[in-house]
């Protein structure tokens, strides 16, 4: 059965350093993936989109990997800052579907002043 | 405020009564879509809306959900005979596009508590 899935802990790291959260998926042939961050009680908010055909997509301190032979995405957030403490969410849109995303179930990250 | 805009916030009903929850999109937004969210979960998608058109639906969706986007705006989810499985968190997201994915603007969502 297709499956997603993030780094199953929550993360925590020191403000400063580089916070590296993993998605995986099986069963899969995505033609794109997306990273939205949440905060408890709100929606998600889109972060980044790589496509199929690329490796890697950067944006300020947010850098997106994308290996599809592996099957992984990795995102990097660079210098953390307390305020990037949140759940990430990886996204994937199937080829069939290209509109339908599915979810990860997220990773809570928490960066520690 | 020109984001997307859903209503109500909170909804607690009991069991086996109706609720409708609505959902505005940005305005000039040709897409949008319904996910369903529970805690510790990702949101799981549940209908796509291009236009006024429903075009995709998740087979999870029981027959009890509908879905509905009259005149390509907003749009309303209902769910009849509603179950204690059903609370959870409704959000609603919207996206400009034709072809291919693009990003998704979520709504705050509407969470729904059947007693």
């Known amino acids: 059965s297709q499956k997603i899935e993030q780094n199953s802990e929550a993360l925590n790291i020191q403000e400063g350093k580089t916070a590296t959260l993993t998605c995986n998926y099986t069963n899969y042939s995505p033609a794109y993936l997306q990273w939205y961050r949440q905060d408890p009680g709100r929606g998600p908010v889109f972060l980044l989109l790589i496509r199929e055909n690329e490796k890697e997509k950067r944006k300020e301190r947010l850098k997106v990997t994308f290996d599809t032979t592996l099957k992984q995405s990795l995102f990097h957030i660079t210098a953390s800052q307390p305020a990037d403490s949140a759940t990430y969410l990886c996204a994937l849109a199937p080829s069939g579907s290209a509109r339908q995303l599915t979810f990860g179930s997220g990773t809570q990250l928490t960066v520690l002043p | 405020d020109t984001g997307v805009s859903q209503d109500p916030r909170h909804k607690i009903t009991k069991r086996g009564q109706n609720v409708t929850f609505r959902c505005d999109p940005i305005s000039e937004h040709n897409r949008l879509y319904w996910y369903r969210q529970t805690l510790g979960q990702g949101p799981e998608f549940l209908t796509y809306f291009q236009n006024e058109a429903q075009l995709e639906k998740s087979r999870l969706l029981s027959d009890r959900f509908s879905a509905e986007r009259p005149k390509g705006s907003f749009s309303t989810l209902e769910i009849q005979r509603t179950e204690q499985g059903d609370s959870a968190m409704y959000l609603c997201?919207?996206?400009?596009?034709?072809?291919?994915?693009?990003?998704?603007?979520f709504g705050p969502g509407t969470r729904l508590t059947v007693l």
């Open positions: 997201a919207s996206s400009l596009g034709v072809a291919g994915v693009n990003e998704q603007f």
